[in-house]
C-alpha cells in the first residue's frame, strides 16, 4: 500500500505559492492525493487574511478542493496528550499548533511532510519527509 502523506502548513503553502517546484512535482507523482490538517488549513486562512489577499484566498480555495482535509479527532487528542507530556518531561516543547499537526498525523498514520523537520523530528513515532531537499 503506498504511504499516505500530510502536509504541514509550510509544504501547503509551498505548493500554494510554487516557490519551490520541486512539491509541486512530488504532489504531481503521488498515487494518492495527500491530506491536510485542519490545524494547517486554519493556519493557512489565518494568513491569507492577514495579508488581505483575495488572489492568495482563491489559491488556497483551488489548491483545498485537491486534498483531503483531515479533522481534528479523539485519538488526535489522545496522541497530542501523550506528544505534550513527552516533550514537556524532555525540556523539548515545540509549538502547539505543530504539536496538534503531529498529532494528527500519526493518530491518522500519515507521514508528515515538512521543511521543519527540526521541530517534528523531536516527536517520537511521527514518520516525516523533507521535499525540500535541505
Known amino acids: 500500500m503506498a504511504a499516505r502523506f500530510m502536509l504541514d502548513t509550510d509544504m501547503f503553502s509551498y505548493a500554494v505559492s510554487g516557490r519551490y517546484p520541486m512539491v509541486r512535482q512530488r504532489l504531481q507523482s ?3 492525493p495527500p491530506v491536510l490538517s485542519a490545524i494547517s488549513l486554519a493556519e493557512i486562512r489565518y494568513g491569507a487574511i492577514k495579508r488581505r489577499s483575495a488572489k ?3 489559491m488556497i480555495g483551488l489548491f483545498v478542493e485537491l486534498v483531503e482535509v483531515r ?10 496528550a501523550m506528544i505534550r507530556a513527552t516533550l514537556e518531561a524532555q525540556g523539548q516543547l ?3 499548533m505543530d504539536m496538534l499537526i503531529a498529532a494528527v498525523a500519526k493518530a491518522e498514520g500519515l507521514t508528515l511532510v515538512t521543511n521543519n523537520t527540526a521541530h517534528f523530528s523531536r516527536v ?6 523533507n521535499w525540500i531537499g535541505s
Do not use: H, W
Open 30 to 32: 503521488l498515487k494518492v
Open 56 to 58: 492568495l484566498d482563491a
Open 71 to 80: 479533522s481534528f479527532t479523539a485519538a488526535a487528542a489522545e496522541e497530542y
Open 94 to 96: 515545540i509549538g502547539d
Open 124 to 129: 517520537a513515532g511521527l514518520r516525516i519527509e
